[in-house]
T-cell receptor, first 117, second 111 residues
Framework: GAGVSQSPSNKVTEKGKDVELRCDPI?????LYWYRQRLGQGLEFLIY????????KSGLPSDRFSAERTGESVSTLTIQRTQQEDSAVYLC???????????????FGSGTQLSVL | GNSVTQMEGPVTLSEEAFLTINCTYT??????LFWYVQYPGEGLQLLLK?????DKGSNKGFEATYRKETTSFHLEKGSVQVSDSAVYFC??????????FGQGTRLTINP
């Protein structure tokens, strides 16, 4: 596709359930990032992929959060046993190469709005 | 670690007013600096960038100059329009590290 695609766009779940959020980056983009944006707050880095490996997982809030990427393409962010504080917009972004190397810009998806009741 | 501090919002201006959104950063060395914008209902998109000291990024009438002496990258526009209403994020990256964002500033322009 032409841009970064995220699905679902909205997800409402009950506390304690597991959720999977999907990101389809722009074709050919090797770098993929997940960020979280809680209401009224800034973007919080979660994890970064270069190809299929994740050199930086430092932002994952707890062991309930995990992410994987396959085929240097689709990435899935999984949140197990969701809690109300997990409610946020989860944003995915991709770039042609690692942003720091060239100053290459990030392309963001529209995000998944997760609401945990 | 690296961090970005933005002017707190929300900011409300009248059309054709002058805009400044302050951004200062903390980093060792020489980061690259960015302004991203999020229009209502859309994803974030790059507005402008500067990769070295004294560089000026510009786009859509917006400008920001990389000031190493004051560790700042303030966003300015001489005459804002209603269509500029959005949330603006200042960000930096340095070397093999993640892009770090400020908390965002919501801008509303009234006709």
């Amino acid at each position: 596709g032409a841009g970064v695609s995220q699905s679902p766009s909205n997800k409402v779940t009950e506390k304690g359930k597991d959720v999977e959020l999907r990101c389809d980056p722009i074709s050919g983009h090797t770098a993929l990032y997940w960020y979280r944006q809680r209401l009224g707050q800034g973007l919080e880095f979660l994890i970064y992929f270069q190809g299929n490996s994740a050199p930086d997982k430092s932002g994952l809030p707890s062991d309930r959060f995990s992410a994987e990427r396959t085929g240097e393409s689709v990435s899935t962010l999984t949140i197990q046993r969701t809690q109300q504080e997990d409610s946020a917009v989860y944003l995915c972004a991709s770039s042609l190469d690692f942003v720091g190397a060239t100053g290459e810009k990030l392309f963001f998806g529209s995000g998944t709005q997760l609401s945990v009741l | 670690g690296n961090s970005v501090t933005q002017m707190e919002g929300p900011v409300t201006l009248s059309e054709e007013a002058f805009l400044t959104i302050n951004c200062t950063y903390t980093a060792t060395g020489y980061p690259s600096l960015f302004w991203y914008v999020q229009y209502p209902g859309e994803g974030l998109q790059l507005l402008l960038k500067a990769t070295k000291a004294d560089d000026k990024g510009s786009n859509k009438g917006f400008e920001a100059t990389y000031r190493k002496e004051t560790t700042s990258f303030h966003l300015e526009k001489g005459s804002v329009q209603v269509s500029d209403s959005a949330v603006y994020f200042c960000a930096l990256i340095q070397g093999a590290q993640k892009l770090v964002f400020g908390q965002g500033t919501r801008l509303t322009i009234n006709p």
